[in-house]
């Protein structure tokens, strides 16, 4: 996946479109993640106990990471990216500025 947690992404998709956000989660068997604030389904939570209210929770639902750009740290821009190998390593670039990401 091109994508991991941490990352800052740009969604170009869906009704959070043009939202820029951070990656809470991969899930590289599904090819989704789930972003901060992005997708939000709302869930109703019942009261573990009596006397306390049920509660409604937002919790972002996975989205097709297709949905998504990555944010180039570096120059800043909702970009490609691309891979480089150094030595054994695998790094990840920009594909705009070439820095590794
Ligand atoms: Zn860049």
């Given at each position: 996946m091109?994508?991991k947690?941490?990352d800052t992404v740009?969604i ?21 993640i ?15 106990k ?13 989205m ?7 944010v180039?740290?570096?120059?800043g ?5 691309g891979?480089?190998?150094v030595g ?8 705009e500025?070439?820095e590794?990401?």
């Open positions: 091109r994508i947690k941490g740009l170009i998709s869906g009704k959070d479109r043009g939202k820029k956000s951070k990656v809470l989660k991969t899930l590289p068997k599904d090819f989704k789930v972003v901060e604030g992005a997708n939000i389904t709302k869930k109703h939570r019942r009261p573990r009596s006397g306390e209210k049920g509660q409604k929770v937002e919790i972002p639902a996975p097709d990471v297709s949905n998504v750009k990555l180039c740290p570096k120059c821009k909702p970009v490609r990216v891979y480089k190998f054994e390593k695998k790094l990840r670039v920009c594909k500025c070439g590794e990401t």
